[in-house]
């Protein structure tokens, strides 16, 4: 089991035992409530899939980041019943485990830039994008109405 899918394997009951009102609730205007947070982790995937997929196959790209507010905005997540936030989340970083472990090992050490920023290898991003989740997912019981 990779780390990602550690990460899914540990923190999936947690989140199943929220309520979709415990998972709405904000602490403060602007402040992303459990459904906002799990909705950024998604949308983190998939723009972090396409950087993993194509920094795979190609050393030295340049990529754009993006802009997570608007992302977070336009997936309506705060909208969206609570298991179906979680089952998608589920679903997609399980898929991301997959295309973590089947890189080419070799691929690891090409590099890639986001968004201007300084290049780092695809492993840096791998290993990052793992440690995102967690910073992520751990807000999570603070932001929660319990």
């Known amino acids: 089991m990779t780390g990602l899918a550690h990460v899914v394997a540990h923190w999936q009951p947690t989140l199943r035992e929220l309520t979709d009102l415990q998972a709405s609730h904000q602490i403060a205007p602007g402040v992303w409530s459990a459904k906002e947070i799990l909705g950024h982790l998604i949308d983190s995937g998939v723009n972090n899939h396409v950087r993993f997929v194509r920094a795979s196959r190609e050393d ?10 608007a992302w ?6 705060q909208q ?5 936030v979680l089952a998608l989340w589920v679903a997609y970083q399980t898929q991301l485990a997959q295309v973590i472990d089947t890189l080419p090992p070799a691929s690891l050490d090409y590099t890639l830039s986001i968004g201007g920023g300084a290049p780092v290898t695809l492993r840096f991003i791998t290993q990052d994008y793992v440690q995102h989740q967690l910073h992520h ?6 932001r929660v109405q319990l």
Not at 80 to 84: S, T
């Open 80 to 84: 969206r019943p609570w298991a179906d």
């Open 60 to 69: 030295g790209l340049a990529l754009p980041g993006y802009d997570q507010t």
């Open 137 to 142: 997912l751990n807000q999570i019981p603070g």
């Open 72 to 77: 977070v905005e336009a997936g309506g997540y």
